[in-house]
């Protein structure tokens, strides 16, 4: 059963335009959210995270907001550049669970 | 620093050949070690997560199974591939928090089952 759902498989944005991407959870006992990206043929590298006490995390071009009451969150990045198209992935944890769950991915492409 | 390492990159094996992937950790004592897959088109599957040595959790019954014979070594293993264990296999690790994980990933193995 996926609790963390990333409904959008790909997204295409321009260079210098705001990419955004979205994800929702359904385990209301997730109380921790993280961005990963990924490079083809590579593992993953965290990104950025956000904690349930907070509903915001800005980290240069990147910012997360979590909406508890939706369970929904989202990373927008400003302004896109060719070297954020990659997949991206959001994942999940409960305080006290050692694991992270992950959503589908959405690939994002970044045009010139 | 902390880093990962993982191999082979890539892998090609027969149907009902073994398997045997291995990851180690350095900078760090008693990691959280995990094992993900990512198949074709499809998000990340935590197969096996482990706290401990010798201590495996299993998350999806399947045709795999883990080991973890030192405390920063986490070793994949079949003993006959099936065509749908293909896929991109990651090695992570974490620190024992218990909470508000952040994984490192290893680079990953390509595997091909053929």
């Known amino acids: 059963d996926q609790q963390v759902k990333q409904n959008s498989p790909s997204l295409s944005v321009q260079e210098g335009r705001i990419s955004i991407l979205n994800c929702d959870y359904t385990?209301?006992?997730?109380?921790?959210f993280l961005w990963y990206k990924k490079y083809p043929a590579e593992g993953p590298t965290f990104l950025i995270s956000?904690?349930?006490?907070?509903d915001k995390n800005e980290d240069g071009r990147f910012t997360v907001f979590l909406n508890k009451s939706a369970k929904h969150l989202s990373l927008h990045i400003v302004p896109s550049q060719p070297g954020d198209s990659a997949v991206y992935f959001c994942a999940a944890s409960a305080h006290g669970d050692y694991k992270l769950s992950f959503g589908a991915g959405t690939t994002v492409t970044v045009r010139a | 620093s902390q880093t990962i390492h993982q191999w082979p990159a890539t892998l090609v094996q027969p149907v009902g050949s073994p398997l045997s992937l291995e990851c180690t950790v350095e900078?760090?004592?008693?990691?959280?070690l995990y094992w993900y897959r990512q198949a074709a088109g499809r998000g990340l599957q935590l197969l096996f997560y482990?706290?401990?040595?010798?201590?495996i959790s299993s998350e999806v019954p399947q045709n795999l199974s883990a080991s973890r014979p030192q405390d920063r070594q986490f070793i994949l293993s079949s003993k006959k591939l099936l065509l749908s264990d293909s896929g991109f296999y990651l090695c992570a690790w974490s620190s024992q928090t218990g909470g508000g994980e952040k994984l490192f990933f290893g680079s990953g193995t390509q595997l091909s089952v053929l």
């Open positions: 956000i904690s349930s006490i907070k």
């Open positions: 385990n209301s006992m997730f109380d921790y």
């Open positions: 900078g760090t004592s008693n990691p959280n």
């Open positions: 482990s706290v401990g040595i010798g201590q």
